[in-house]
């Protein structure tokens, strides 16, 4: 199957990470589908993707953090493009300093599990029976390595939201080991921005985007996780760890 007649959903594709990877799958060829809640964000998205591949992108208004909402996102994802091959999961947010635990609510941390772990859960429920079973197909998902450590002060809900994603993506590798769908995790462990924010150490979302693209272009590894913590090891991690 070539990467024309693939079908990529990506999950958070609106996004910094994901817009670097919706970029990178257009231009090696892949057609792309993307839902987000925001009509706003996917005109921005038409307008960043290189013009000759603008008409391999769909764009999709709707909501993937709600069992409803992500079943009729389903159903207006397949009138659309028919079938799904591949899925990468890119959803939540890089960043949150509200103050240590004592000054927030539970309204807070409930805010902060939704947007990290119940929007992936819910568009993995809805989303991945369309690949689960098919050797050609892959379902990636990216994920931050804040649940490992608290990155600063005040961070502390970032390190519980992000922990439980991590844990999900663990409990999938280990609950469905012979799943035939390629099912990998890029964990990414330093910051990502477009290139007019860069700082030191910080990944370039159009680099990042790439290294993501090439993982599900080659589809030869599977229940696997890349690590990334400098914009080296997208080449040493990422890309040759892969070939």
């Not at 649940?147 to 600063?152: N, S, V």
Request: glycine letters at 10%; one cysteine or more.
């Amino acid at each position: 199957m070539s990467n024309s007649d693939r079908i990529v959903l990506v999950l958070g594709g609106a996004g910094t990470v994901g817009s670097g990877v919706v970029k990178a799958l257009l231009d090696k060829g892949f057609k792309v589908a993307v839902i987000s809640r925001d009509s706003s964000r996917l005109e921005r998205l038409q307008s960043f993707v290189s013009p000759v591949t603008k008409d391999n992108l769909t764009a999709i208004v709707g909501n993937v953090g709600s069992e409803e909402g992500a079943e009729q996102a389903k159903q207006a994802l397949l009138k659309a493009v028919g079938k799904v091959t591949d899925i990468v999961s890119s959803l939540g947010f890089s960043w949150w300093q509200g103050g240590p635990p004592h000054t927030q609510s539970l309204k807070d941390l409930d805010w902060v599990i939704e947007t990290l772990l119940f929007c992936t859960f819910v568009s993995w429920k809805a989303f991945f029976p369309l690949v689960r079973d098919d050797s050609n197909c892959t379902y990636s998902f990216i994920t931050g390595g804040a649940g490992e450590k608290l990155l600063m002060p005040g961070t502390g809900f970032l390190t519980v939201g992000a922990a439980s994603t991590l844990a999900f993506c663990q409990v999938l590798r280990e609950e469905y080991p012979e799943v035939p769908c390629k099912l990998n995790q890029v964990k990414i462990n330093t910051g990502v921005a477009t290139p007019e924010r860069m700082a030191p150490g910080y990944l370039n979302h159009l680099d990042l985007g790439e290294a993501v693209a090439t993982l599900v272009e080659r589809r030869n590894t599977s229940h696997s996780v890349f690590t990334v913590n400098c914009p080296a090891d997208l080449k040493t991690v990422l890309l040759e760890r892969n070939l």
